[in-house]
């Protein structure tokens, strides 16, 4: 006798849950992070959120809108020079500082989205890295925020974050940690939404997405302004725990783009789990090379190489297409299972 197979449409999996279960865990944990470790761990740990945060937000742009930028630190400086801006200037508490900073991100992205969307391919990627060096070369006649040799923070706005400087270290971690769990809840959301239903198919096919009616243009520059939003909320926290800004810094090219396309090509540039994986896989070389001086850069490249022919899809694209593992789920698949089940 035939037992009749019934269908179920869903996202999840048991998997999935049990990583929901688990990150839950994790995150409790990293909660506990400062009251465990040393100084120099605590500090590594919040870089290695705040490099997670900019990757993840580059896998968005680069991942599923086809936006490669490699500019992006236009918007780390920006929101380094608007923290130190509005708490100067303008007296605002740090905190509320970086949070103003995101919405003054967001609207520097819509003109200058207006402006670089006119460019497709490589001149896109050049165009965003003109802007930037726009950006940087600004900041630099600002003769009240240092100029080209840069600025501290003041002492008392340094100490209005917390009196002592183990508190400032410990609220400088857990904001770090509260943004990566922001930036990639948020990112996690959004490609399950209906906007990221429409990204998914401007991945896959962007003549079939504009054939179903999906408006192109509209969505990339909604991505475009929340990655700039968000990204210029972790350059205000980038260089809150720095307390030193300076253009040079601010823009830098290698910190704030190159290694984060590193850390997401190595990954997995479309999958949500890659730019984990990619960040701990770049500080745990970093670490390991670290007596090598600028050295280390070359191992990196070659290593990006090897990647790169190897595994093209990146760390995670070859695990998740070997043992068809998914984490974080974004797309619905039919399970198919006996009523008697």
């Known amino acids: 006798m035939n037992i009749p197979l019934k269908y179920h449409v869903s996202r999840s999996s048991r998997l999935s849950r049990l990583v929901s279960f688990i990150t839950v865990l994790a995150l409790i944990l990293l909660l506990a992070v400062p009251l465990l470790v040393g100084r120099a761990?605590?500090?590594?740990?919040?870089?290695?959120?705040?490099?997670?945060?900019?990757?993840?937000?580059?896998?968005?742009?680069?991942?599923?809108?086809?936006?490669?930028?490699v500019g992006q630190q236009a918007f780390v400086g920006l929101g380094g020079y608007m923290l130190f801006a509005l708490t100067i200037f303008a007296g605002f508490h740090p905190?509320?500082?970086?949070?103003?900073?995101?919405?003054i991100g967001a609207i520097i992205a819509m003109p200058v989205g207006i402006l670089i969307f006119r460019l497709r391919g490589a001149y896109f990627a050049i165009g965003t890295w003109v802007i930037a060096e726009v950006f940087r070369l600004s900041f630099a006649?600002?003769?009240?925020?240092?100029?080209?040799?840069g600025s501290s923070l003041p002492v008392a706005i340094v100490k209005s974050l917390a009196s002592s400087r183990q508190m400032r270290e410990w609220t400088s971690y857990w904001l770090a940690l509260g943004l990566v769990v922001l930036v990639i809840g948020a990112v996690y959301l959004f490609l399950r939404s209906r906007q990221g239903l429409a990204l998914m198919a401007l991945r896959d096919n962007e003549l079939a997405a504009s054939s179903l009616g999906?408006?192109?243009?509209?969505?990339?520059?909604?991505?475009?302004?929340?990655?700039?939003a968000l990204t210029t909320l972790v350059g205000g926290l980038i260089f809150l725990q720095k307390l030193r800004i300076s253009p040079e810094a601010a823009f830098a090219v290698n910190d704030w783009?190159?290694?984060?396309?590193?850390?997401?090509?190595?990954?997995?540039?479309?999958?949500?789990?890659?730019?984990?994986?990619?960040?701990?896989?770049?500080?745990?070389?970093?670490?390991?090379?670290?007596?090598?001086?600028?050295?280390y850069l070359i191992v990196l490249g070659l290593f990006a190489i090897f990647v790169m022919l190897r595994a093209p899809q990146g760390v995670?694209?070859?695990?998740?297409?070997?043992?068809?593992?998914?984490l974080f789920p974004l797309n619905y698949k039919v399970e198919r299972f006996r009523e008697d089940d």
Not at 95 to 103: E, N, Q, R
Not at 214 to 228: H, L, M, Q, R, S
């Open 214 to 228: 999906i408006d192109i243009w509209k969505t990339k520059f909604i991505v475009y302004i929340v990655t700039g």
């Open 141 to 149: 006649q600002i003769q009240s925020l240092g100029g080209g040799s």
């Open 41 to 69: 761990d605590r500090v590594l740990f919040g870089v290695m959120f705040l490099y997670l945060a900019l990757a993840s937000l580059w896998y968005l742009l680069a991942g599923y809108a086809g936006l490669v930028s």
């Open 257 to 295: 783009t190159a290694f984060v396309i590193f850390i997401v090509v190595i990954g997995g540039i479309g999958t949500l789990e890659g730019p984990i994986i990619g960040t701990l896989v770049f500080f745990a070389l970093r670490e390991l090379l670290a007596d090598l001086g600028t050295a």
């Open 95 to 103: 905190l509320t500082a970086i949070a103003i900073s995101g919405i």
């Open 316 to 326: 995670w694209g070859f695990v998740r297409s070997k043992f068809h593992i998914y």
